[in-house]
């Protein structure tokens, strides 16, 4: 809801009760425990928004929520404030407290300037010790801001939590104009959504300017919701919002209104589309209109009292009018930056006449008796391109309205586009045959543009230097040299006013600012209107024109940016050179500076950036079409981890709740770091709060130190591991003495010994059964069973069934066969301290023959493994690991 500035007169109304009562503190308020004895009022001074709320409360406001009822924007207020929050009695009832932090004026009466007050705590003060200048009139305003303080007011919201009623009370009056909303309020962005749900396809800038069918509906517009859409990028942002939500693609969708008849036309004058001249008879068909703030754009003056004096640009659209052509005539705002129509005209025709006619209506608002002749010159200079009906219905004009008749001071009131001239040279210049493109055709044409300088060639040198060297070309140059075209175009020939005697007349060299007119034209209409419909999308245009430059006047910006496009920068009119992101300004072209030239090359900086690929896609966004995983860092200890993304994708697309069926919450084991960080993954799927990049960078973090700090041989910074070492330790429940691994990967292994010594009955080992979370897979397991390699079905058939045969490497316990003569060695005694023992005599060595010695031969255990499922139930997953790292032919290996 906007509230414009100019409806308060310097904070005050007329509706206001008066402003003694605001000095009476409020009343303590209590908890609304019996909801029947508050009723809504609504005092003096309020503002409502579609709904009846007070988005504005004033006085001794009172408005009740029904349990049942849906106030969009209750709970919020427009004005700049800060609020504080407490609950009471037991989180029943909420209460919010709002305090209004006034606003910040202009201390010049005329200002029209109101704005919002910074709401951090002490930013107020600090804004105002830097002395800032007030931005109204478009930055021009020599006033200081002031701070109005508003004292006396309360604010308070009371929520029943069970019930969803609501009560808001307010004391005390605003002795202050309401500052301009920045955001729009709840109401209105939903207001903006269903208006944006009819027609996805319109832009910011057509949803500015509105729609109007016939008379009797008049052109609505999103400016008419809110305020803070006449900031065309804020409602641009927020209509991206709402196609984003809705999941829209904006197609190009038509939209049209039926013809309606030609006289219908004059009755938009009640509603400022003002007709300031029409015409029916032959060759004086013609339809010329204007509003008000065009007409007084025209004839203003600026801080100096001087009048307008960029010049004037025009130029016909061919194409939007179905019948007749569109004559536009455009001047310089300096306020807005940009040029504006300052008189439209739909003609019939394009002869010299239907020019004139145009003309002659623009100059009589020029003969006033506050406009002197001078004035009255300078403001009406034009700018043409090169057409002869134009040009002369131009001259007509100012003979019959200004009584010129000389021709040369006709002479002086227009001059040639330069960009047309250009490129006239640049399309002559293909054809080959008639210029050599070895010599500098070019160069020497754009030098007639320039002014003829002391000591070099003159104009007609310059002149003869062309038609020498390039003969071929003496008829176009002859064109270009007519006393008519060449007084226009070229500035030695040009004739200049008397106040402009060096040349210098401010009027621009091209008329391209109208040419890309004819595209906003084009983009705000689809073209081909009947005449009625047609002057009704350019009014509706002015007036978006006109809501930006009364926008601009109160210093709110129109678009995003803390520097007006007319405004130089402090540093840059002293010569300081703007700090450059890029450590060395040159980056791979020829040296080109003098440090460069003289010192050698300079340091190669950061590579240019080039851009995308030639016929590259555009990337896809859409979250149904495709997927965003885990990136790459840029920091070096966080680098080399694809092993850790192949490895938790692959664990998330299993990832279900039955894993968190016997999870505690609690624990520092691995697997619980994996479950908690695909937790926070799905939370961001279901309820897209926060950034994706984040949960997985952080997720991917805490697993990583987590290894490191277990097993950190295996698992260091910045280098490569093993991810099936480190899915063996995400499922190893020995590692992870937790319920939550139970039933998801774990099998049984019954593994059963046998030797040569020992009988079935009685085996040298007893059967073992032990628990299994990978099933590893090895080329021994095909050889020893006679399986193809790639039979994987048929081996893990085998495992589950007969089993598979492995020899374990444990020797067999049985009594052995072969036993050893060999005599043991007796143990030397040792003598006791304090006493010699006697040299007792060796005796005499026994000697074994060889053929006794029989040598003990070591016998291992075979094993029978078999897979089965824990308890006859089978897991919800099954991690298979082919062993392929220890096989050197490729051929096997894949």
């Given at each position: 809801?906007?509230?414009?500035?100019?409806?308060?007169?310097?904070?005050?109304?007329?509706?206001?009760?008066?402003?003694?009562?605001?000095?009476?503190?409020?009343?303590?308020?209590?908890?609304?425990?019996?909801?029947?004895?508050?009723?809504?009022?609504?005092?003096?001074?309020?503002?409502?928004d579609?709904?009846?709320?007070?988005?504005?409360?004033?006085?001794?406001t009172?408005?009740?929520?029904?349990?049942t009822?849906?106030?969009?924007?209750?709970g919020?207020?427009?004005?700049?404030?800060?609020?504080?929050?407490?609950?009471?009695?037991?989180?029943?009832?909420?209460?919010?407290?709002?305090?209004?932090?006034?606003?910040?004026?202009c201390?010049?009466?005329?200002?029209?300037?109101?704005?919002?007050?910074?709401?951090?705590?002490?930013?107020?003060?600090?804004?105002?010790?830097?002395?800032?200048?007030?931005?109204?009139?478009?930055?021009?305003?020599?006033?200081?801001?002031?701070?109005?303080?508003?004292?006396?007011?309360?604010?308070?919201?009371?929520?029943?939590?069970?019930?969803?009623?609501?009560?808001?009370?307010?004391?005390?009056?605003?002795?202050?104009?309401?500052?301009e909303?920045?955001?729009?309020?709840k109401?209105?962005?939903?207001?903006?959504?269903?208006?944006?749900?009819?027609?996805?396809?319109?832009?910011?800038?057509?949803?500015?300017?509105?729609?109007?069918?016939?008379?009797?509906?008049?052109?609505?517009?999103?400016?008419?919701?809110?305020?803070?859409?006449?900031?065309?990028?804020?409602?641009?942002?927020?209509?991206?919002?709402?196609?984003?939500?809705?999941?829209?693609?904006?197609?190009?969708?038509?939209?049209?209104?039926?013809?309606?008849?030609?006289?219908?036309?004059?009755?938009?004058?009640?509603?400022?589309?003002?007709?300031?001249?029409?015409g029916?008879?032959?060759?004086?068909?013609?339809?010329?209109?204007?509003?008000?703030?065009?007409?007084?754009?025209?004839?203003?003056?600026?801080?100096?009292?001087?009048?307008?004096?960029?010049?004037?640009?025009?130029?016909?659209?061919?194409?939007f009018?179905?019948?007749?052509?569109?004559?536009?005539?455009?001047?310089?705002?300096?306020?807005?930056?940009?040029?504006?129509?300052?008189?439209?005209?739909?003609?019939?025709?394009?002869?010299?006449?239907?020019?004139?006619?145009?003309?002659?209506?623009?100059?009589?608002?020029?003969?006033?008796?506050?406009?002197?002749?001078?004035?009255?010159?300078?403001?009406?200079?034009?700018?043409?391109?090169?057409?002869?009906?134009?040009?002369?219905?131009?001259?007509?004009?100012?003979?019959?309205?200004?009584?010129?008749?000389?021709?040369?001071?006709?002479?002086?009131?227009?001059?040639?586009?330069?960009?047309?001239?250009?490129?006239?040279?640049?399309?002559?210049?293909?054809?080959?045959?008639?210029?050599?493109?070895?010599?500098?055709?070019?160069?020497?044409?754009?030098?007639?543009?320039?002014?003829?300088?002391?000591?070099?060639?003159?104009?007609?040198?310059?002149?003869?230097?062309?038609?020498?060297?390039?003969?071929?070309?003496?008829?176009?140059?002859?064109?270009?040299?007519?006393?008519?075209?060449q007084?226009?175009?070229?500035?030695?020939?040009?004739?200049?006013?008397?106040?402009?005697?060096?040349?210098?007349?401010?009027?621009?060299?091209?008329?391209?600012?109208?040419?890309?007119?004819?595209?906003?034209?084009?983009?705000?209409?689809?073209?081909?209107?009947?005449?009625?419909?047609?002057?009704?999308?350019?009014?509706?245009?002015?007036?978006?024109?006109?809501?930006?430059?009364?926008?601009?006047?109160?210093?709110?910006?129109?678009?995003?940016?803390?520097?007006?496009?007319?405004?130089?920068?402090?540093?840059?009119?002293?010569?300081?050179?703007?700090?450059?992101?890029?450590?060395?300004?040159?980056?791979?072209?020829?040296?080109?500076?003098?440090?460069?030239?003289?010192?050698?090359?300079?340091?190669?900086?950061?590579?240019?950036?080039l851009?995308?690929?030639?016929?590259?896609?555009?990337?896809?966004?859409?979250?149904?079409?495709?997927?965003?995983?885990?990136?790459?860092?840029?920091?070096e200890?966080?680098?080399?981890?694809?092993?850790?993304?192949?490895?938790?994708?692959?664990?998330?697309?299993?990832?279900?709740?039955?894993?968190?069926?016997?999870?505690?919450?609690?624990?520092?084991?691995?697997?619980?770091?994996?479950?908690?960080?695909?937790?926070?993954?799905?939370?961001?799927?279901?309820?897209?709060?926060?950034?994706?990049?984040?949960?997985?960078?952080?997720?991917?973090?805490?697993?990583?130190?987590?290894?490191?700090?277990?097993?950190?041989?295996?698992?260091?910074?910045?280098?490569?591991?093993?991810?099936d070492f480190?899915?063996?330790?995400?499922?190893?429940?020995?590692?992870?003495?937790?319920?939550?691994?139970?039933?998801?990967?774990?099998?049984?292994?019954?593994?059963?010994?046998?030797?040569?010594?020992?009988?079935?009955?009685?085996p040298?080992?007893?059967p073992?059964?032990?628990?299994?979370?990978?099933?590893?897979?090895?080329?021994?397991m095909?050889?020893?069973?006679?399986?193809?390699?790639?039979?994987?079905?048929?081996?893990?058939?085998?495992?589950?069934?007969?089993?598979?045969?492995?020899?374990?490497?444990?020797?067999?316990?049985?009594?052995?066969?072969?036993?050893?003569?060999v005599?043991?060695?007796?143990?030397?005694?040792?003598?006791?301290?304090?006493?010699?023992?006697?040299?007792?005599?060796?005796?005499?060595?026994?000697?074994?023959?060889?053929?006794?010695?029989?040598?003990?031969?070591?016998k291992?255990?075979?094993?029978?493994?078999?897979?089965?499922?824990?308890?006859?139930?089978?897991?919800?997953?099954?991690?298979?690991?082919?062993?392929?790292?220890?096989?050197?032919?490729?051929?096997?290996?894949?």
């Open positions: 809801m906007s509230v414009p500035s100019s409806t308060l007169e310097r904070g005050e109304s007329e509706d206001l009760p008066p402003a003694e009562i605001t000095l009476a503190p409020p009343a303590k308020w209590e908890l609304p425990v019996n909801f029947e004895m508050f009723q809504t009022f609504i005092d003096h001074g309020c503002l409502l579609p709904q009846d709320y007070p988005i504005y409360p004033n006085g001794n009172t408005f009740v929520k029904a349990s009822e849906t106030v969009t924007n209750f919020t207020v427009g004005f700049t404030k800060t609020t504080g929050k407490e609950k009471r009695s037991k989180g029943t009832w909420e209460i919010l407290w709002v305090y209004c932090l006034g606003a910040v004026v201390d010049l009466e005329a200002c029209q300037w109101v704005g919002s007050p910074p709401t951090g705590r002490g930013a107020v003060v600090a804004y105002l010790e830097t002395n800032p200048k007030c931005p109204g009139a478009a930055g021009q305003c020599p006033g200081k801001v002031l701070w109005t303080v508003c004292d006396g007011t309360a604010l308070r919201f009371d929520f029943h939590i069970p019930t969803s009623w609501g009560l808001l009370q307010h004391r005390g009056i605003h002795q202050h104009a309401w500052p909303a920045k955001k729009p309020d109401l209105a962005r939903e207001t903006l959504k269903a208006e944006i749900v009819k027609n996805p396809a319109v832009g910011a800038f057509k949803l500015k300017m509105g729609k109007a069918i016939s008379l009797d509906d008049p052109i609505t517009n999103v400016t008419d919701i809110h305020g803070s859409f006449i900031n065309t990028d804020c409602l641009r942002y927020y209509r991206r919002i709402v196609l984003r939500e809705l999941n829209i693609v904006p197609d190009k969708l038509g939209a049209g209104v039926g013809d309606k008849f030609i006289m219908d036309m004059f009755q938009w004058c009640r509603h400022g589309l003002l007709v300031i001249s029409a029916f008879q032959e060759e004086n068909e013609h339809f010329t209109f204007q509003s008000k703030w065009m007409a007084d754009r025209l004839l203003a003056r600026d801080e100096n009292n001087e009048v307008y004096q960029g010049g004037l640009i025009s130029d016909v659209t061919y194409r009018f179905e019948h007749g052509y569109l004559l536009t005539t455009s001047m310089f705002c300096e306020q807005t930056a940009r040029w504006i129509p300052v008189q439209l005209s739909w003609i019939r025709g394009l002869s010299a006449h239907y020019y004139q006619i145009h003309f002659a209506v623009l100059l009589r608002q020029m003969v006033r008796p506050d406009i002197t002749i001078l004035e009255r010159d300078i403001m009406a200079r034009q700018v043409v391109d090169f057409s002869l009906a134009q040009v002369e219905g131009f001259k007509a004009a100012l003979r019959e309205v200004f009584g010129i008749t000389d021709p040369v001071k006709l002479e002086k009131m227009v001059k040639g586009c330069h960009q047309h001239f250009r490129a006239q040279v640049s399309k002559i210049m293909r054809q080959t045959q008639i210029i050599t493109p070895t010599k500098s055709f070019q160069m020497k044409c754009m030098d007639l543009l320039e002014p003829a300088e002391e000591g070099g060639l003159d104009h007609e040198e310059k002149l003869d230097e062309i038609r020498r060297l390039f003969p071929k070309a003496k008829r176009w140059l002859d064109w270009w040299t007519m006393s008519d075209v007084s226009m175009l070229f500035p030695s020939r040009r004739r200049m006013l008397d106040n402009y005697p060096d040349g210098d007349n401010g009027l621009p060299d091209t008329t391209n600012a109208l040419e890309s007119m004819h595209w906003v034209y084009y983009m705000i209409s689809s073209g081909k209107k009947c005449l009625m419909v047609g002057m009704v999308e350019l009014y509706a245009y002015v007036n978006v024109l006109e809501e930006e430059y009364h926008t601009v006047m109160c210093g709110i910006s129109v678009e995003y940016g803390s520097q007006s496009k007319m405004q130089v920068n402090v540093t840059q009119s002293i010569g300081w050179a703007k700090p450059t992101k890029r450590k060395f300004i040159n980056d791979g072209r020829p040296p080109d500076t003098t440090a460069g030239l003289l010192e050698g090359p300079e340091p190669v900086g950061r590579k240019k950036n851009g995308r690929p030639k016929n590259s896609v555009n990337i896809d966004h859409n979250p149904y079409t495709t997927y965003q995983s885990y990136t790459q860092s840029e920091e200890h966080r680098t080399n981890r694809c092993w850790m993304s192949a490895a938790m994708e692959s664990l998330f697309a299993l990832y279900n709740p039955l894993w968190l069926r016997n999870a505690t919450g609690k624990g520092s084991t691995l697997f619980h770091q994996l479950v908690t960080h695909f937790g926070s993954r799905t939370t961001y799927h279901l309820t897209k709060l926060g950034r994706i990049r984040t949960v997985l960078t952080n997720g991917q973090s805490k697993l990583f130190e987590f290894c490191n700090e277990k097993q950190q041989a295996n698992f260091q910074p910045g280098h490569f591991a093993l991810c480190f899915l063996e330790l995400l499922l190893d429940p020995k590692r992870n003495p937790t319920k939550a691994l139970a039933g998801l990967f774990e099998l049984v292994e019954n593994r059963v010994f046998s030797c040569d010594s020992a009988t079935s009955t009685s040298c080992l007893a073992q059964t032990r628990s299994l979370t990978t099933i590893t897979i090895h080329k021994s095909f050889d020893e069973n006679l399986v193809e390699y790639g039979q994987v079905q048929e081996l893990i058939n085998l495992w589950t069934s007969t089993g598979l045969p492995k020899w374990p490497g444990l020797a067999c316990k049985c009594q052995s066969t072969a036993t050893n003569t005599p043991k060695s007796q143990p030397k005694s040792i003598p006791k301290i304090g006493r010699k023992a006697l040299a007792k005599r060796q005796e005499s060595v026994t000697v074994v023959p060889l053929t006794e010695f029989v040598p003990q031969v070591t291992y255990v075979r094993e029978n493994t078999r897979l089965a499922f824990k308890d006859d139930l089978a897991p919800q997953h099954l991690y298979f690991f082919n062993e392929v790292a220890s096989l050197t032919d490729q051929t096997i290996r894949d």
